[in-house]
């Protein structure tokens, strides 16, 4: 066997040596706009060699080929240009290749203002918006582009509400934090990491999908812990180009499971140019620029967003403030360098204001501020092992503050405060005061990444090989869970009472891994064979995850493509999982109180929690697809499936507390209420608390069509269509644990436990199509667009199928849970109110655009979402009494958004 090892590395030194020394040729050539001048830092992509490069100062690029030279697919983009595609055959790559670009403007003859669909370096079927199909959809953040995917819904722009996204999966609840979490965001190849969010009540207390520090008035909070990135926080004014993978990715990329949206941003000389938006109370603003340094000195791009909403302009009180700046300094300071420093800050107030018709007094506020610095460095290497290098690393820091307060007025209660297991004499509260709860935290993340690539020719087949590593931390120092015991705001919570909890003292979270890919072609006769066979290892939590990330291409000729993938992924629990507050049982022994004296005695027992043992989420996915293209129209048809488990969530539990009894009486003389034990005890089972877990899996499986008809010249239109079905199965591996009123006997003990399937299980499918038609008329720099969203089918069906479950066992005096006995009578049941509905009818949407360009500065943009306002109504009656019923209404009322944007 060591002789084996020896040899292929011997074998695989003189391939790497043999690249290094060949005297291989080189294809050069110069990117220019229509005035004859030099676009620095446009993005040159070599299909058949699997690199992109950049221009330099003169417009000039120049890549190295491989020995036996192959026709080649270009792509050349730029900031503010339209993207050129090129075929350059090998008998010509000898010969400099002049490229010149046109900027993007109505009056073109042919726009792109859709998404494309198309297998890139990152994944087989990736989305990819370029700058014209953003600057089209009027967005107010990114989550307006995302909306226009296959199997979402197009909506109007609100910012009004936090704001994730999750891809191929229709599960809701905790099963869409989990998705949302498993979606990275990556902007200039920086991952924009959540982990650090700990924005958070004690989820013992309340459980995962609740402990979110909601807004006033039964409004939505901007807090979102334990998922993924709020999308309020990204503009979209400085963003060149969004990808979005929703099948498997590249091995590339780690810390994920559902996906990932891949983000770049404009980085080169550009107009000035201001953008506004307004729809309804929601206002946006963005002034942006990018500046040629000369000298060498690169481009220093900047960009400064404001937002503004308020949902109901009457009164004032919901309000949503988001301030985003950023500078970008691009510069290639010698051949074949070329660096990128980001410097970006951006604050978030999201508030509901005091009502003064509001007796309750509520309010509440989340702010946010966030500083991020981080540097690429790219080195193009020539006659080295190494072709190309990227070096990243970027640090965070922010500032959040989640505070709500409530006017309560109720009798005197009982606070328990202490942090250590005992019995004492805890607070006795009027019942009326101003309630509150805060919380401050400062969420620190960094990263970095080093991607490596290399070139190897076998005999006739030439292997891309990339390989790296890449590294997360976080880190949280901020003050915590601020619990003031005279301002509780809620008492005895599920039999606990909120603690001060710091996060300065906490440990933090580090995870990181190492990939390799080989990317290779190889001929089948008339057939091509591309593939992609990558291997990641990450060390997440402790754990060490092996994930292979397979994927393959065959053209079948040039209009036919089949393509299929293999990936499994992974993504690491956040702070907020792991580092939950202590859990406090409060257990009131007594409550008494008169006109002279309060008492109130109360038995807490401390459990610290220990979260270390949580796995990352994991996710297997397998796709297959077709695309066929023509001059005329261009199809593709995709098929997933993807399984998902160990997701993060917790589960209720409960445990047998044994506290002394006590009696007490008012003392005449002492003018107090005094107490003494009984020398007797007391039984309590209805006290426990949420515990996290590796509780959640499901599969997801369904069919993505697009189907694209280039524009007609007769009717200047082209038309497009997409319908996506999916189909989701929720299978929590968790128990629902019924505490009962009474007890029952099973084998003379008393139980009070019961454990049942959980109700949450269910099967939910959904099916949705959407239709475009673009009216582009060049002569006059005028566009229409109509879309029409067409609902199908939309079904929640609980998995059992019935309302009555089964017991499927009990927790004796231990807590460890048993099965029935098998002389028992009679297993016990429930009857609960499943999950199941069914859209009653098919019904669709229609939203129309218009936009006119003048003089290739100025545009004007108005986008009607629902332009007919039908909003169809079904009414649902009661099951148990017929007079009982709601009203639901499908669509949202008309909507317009108006906008204009100008550059000089």
Not at 4 to 17: G, P, R
Not at 170 to 189: C, R
Not at 748 to 761: D, R
Not at 763 to 768: D, E, G, R, T, Y
Request: charged share 20%; glycine share 6%.
């Amino acid at each position: 066997m060591k002789a084996v090892y020896y040899f292929y590395i011997t074998i695989l030194l003189i391939c790497l040596h043999q690249t290094a020394l060949a005297q291989q040729p080189y294809l050069q050539g110069r990117v220019i706009n229509q005035d004859k001048e030099p676009i620095v830092f446009a993005s040159v992509h070599f299909e058949e060699l699997k690199s992109t490069i950049s221009t330099d100062n003169e417009g000039r690029f120049s890549i190295k080929l491989p020995a036996k030279p192959q026709d080649l697919h270009i792509r050349v983009s730029a900031v503010g240009m339209r993207t050129r595609l090129l075929l350059i055959k090998k008998q010509d790559l000898a010969k400099p290749v002049f490229i010149t670009m046109e900027g993007l403007s109505y009056t073109l003859e042919e726009i792109n203002v859709r998404p494309l669909y198309e297998s890139t370096l990152n994944s087989n079927s990736s989305i990819v918006f370029d700058e014209e199909a953003i600057e089209k959809i009027q967005a107010f953040s990114l989550m307006d582009i995302l909306n226009t995917i296959p199997g979402k819904a197009t909506t109007a722009p609100t910012i009004d509400a936090p704001q994730t996204i999750t891809l191929r999966g229709i599960q809701g609840g905790a099963y869409d934090l989990n998705n949302s979490l498993g979606v990275p965001i990556i902007m200039d190849g920086i991952y924009l990491s959540n982990d650090a969010n700990m924005q958070a009540r004690a989820f013992s207390q309340w459980g995962m999908s609740s402990a979110a520090l909601g807004g006033a008035n039964g409004t939505s909070g901007g807090d979102v812990p334990f998922t993924g990135i709020d999308l309020r926080e990204i503009p979209v004014e400085t963003i060149e180009k969004v990808e979005i993978i929703q099948g498997v990715a590249s091995a590339k990329y780690g810390e994920l499971t559902d996906g990932a949206i891949l983000i770049d941003r404009k980085a080169a000389k550009t107009p000035y140019s201001f953008v506004t938006n307004i729809n309804g109370g929601s206002s946006n603003f963005s002034i942006s620029k990018g500046f040629d340094l000369k000298k060498k000195l690169g481009a220093l791009n900047l960009g400064i967003n404001y937002a503004i909403s308020n949902p109901d302009p009457k009164d004032r009180i919901k309000q949503f403030d988001r301030w985003n700046t950023s500078l970008m300094w691009t510069v290639s300071p010698v051949k074949n360098i070329k660096n990128t420093l980001s410097i970006d800050f951006g604050f978030r107030n999201d508030e509901m204001k005091f009502d003064p018709d509001d007796a309750d007094q509520q309010t509440s506020l989340t702010k946010n501020t966030n500083f991020r610095i981080s540097n690429r460095l790219n080195i193009d290497f020539e006659d080295k092992f190494v072709d190309q290098a990227n070096f990243s690393i970027s640090y965070s820091k922010g500032s959040q503050h989640s505070y709500k307060q409530w006017l309560l007025n109720q009798l005197p209660r009982g606070y328990a405060y202490k942090d250590t297991t005992g019995i004492y004499e805890g607070v006795v509260l009027s019942g009326r005061y101003i309630a509150e709860e805060e919380i401050l935290g400062k969420p620190i993340t960094g990263s970095v990444n080093l991607y490596l690539s290399s070139k190897i020719e076998t005999g006739e087949i030439l292997h891309f090989i990339s390989y790296g590593f890449s590294g997360n931390y976080s880190n949280n120092g901020g003050q915590g869970i601020i619990a003031d015991p005279d301002k509780p705001r809620w008492i005895n919570q599920n039999g606990q009472n909120a603690r001060p909890y710091s996060f300065q003292y906490l440990d933090p979270l580090i995870n990181y891994g190492f990939f390799f890919s080989d990317s290779f072609n190889l001929s089948l006769g008339n057939r091509k064979l591309i593939s992609n066979l990558g291997l990641r290892l990450d060390q997440q939590n402790s754990s060490w995850s092996l994930q292979p990330r397979l994927s393959t291409t065959l053209r079948w000729n040039s209009n036919l493509n089949f393509n299929a993938a293999f990936g499994i992924s992974t993504k690491s629990p956040t702070m907020v999982h792991r580092y939950p507050p202590p859990t406090f049982l409060d257990i009131p022994l007594i409550l008494a109180y008169n006109s002279e004296d309060a008492l109130y005695l109360v038995y807490t027992e401390k459990f610290l929690a220990d979260n270390s043992h949580l796995k990352p989420s994991k996710s297997s996915q397998f796709e297959v697809g077709a695309r066929y293209q023509t001059k005329t129209f261009s199809t593709s048809l995709n098929a997933f499936f993807k399984s998902n488990k160990d997701g993060f969530h917790t589960v209720q539990s409960y445990r047998k507390i044994t506290v002394p009894e006590y009696t007490y009486q008012f003392d005449e003389s002492l003018r107090e209420i005094i107490y003494q034990s009984t020398g007797k005890t007391i039984d309590y089972y209805n006290y426990g608390g949420y515990k996290m877990g590796n509780h959640l899996n499901s599969n997801s499986y369904g069919v993505d069509w697009m189907l694209n008809i280039n524009k007609i010249k007769a009717i200047e239109s082209s038309f497009n269509m997409s319908t996506s079905f999916i189909v989701s199965e929720e299978n929590n591996k968790s128990f629902d644990v019924v505490n009962l009123i009474q007890p029952i006997k099973i084998n003379s003990e008393s139980i009070w436990y019961l454990a049942y399937p959980p109700k949450s299980n269910n099967k939910k499918l959904n099916m949705l199509s959407k239709f475009g038609s673009t009216t582009h008329i060049p002569k006059l720099g005028f566009v229409i667009m109509a879309n029409f969203d067409l609902f199908w089918y939309n079904m929640t069906k609980s998995k059992y199928g019935t309302k009555i479950q089964q017991a499927i066992g009990y927790f004796g005096s231990d807590m460890n849970l048993l099965p029935f006995p098998e002389d028992l009578d009679q297993i016990p049941v429930r009857d609960v109110t499943l999950n199941n509905s069914n859209q009653p009818f098919i019904y669709g949407c229609l939203n129309l655009s218009v936009a006119k360009e003048i003089k290739k500065k100025f545009r004007i943009a108005v986008t009607a979402y629902n332009v007919l306002n039908i909003q169809p109504e079904h009414i649902e009656y009661s099951s148990s009494n017929s007079e009982i019923f709601t009203v639901n209404k499908y669509n949202s009322p008309l909507s317009i958004t108006g906008g204009i944007s100008f550059k000089f």
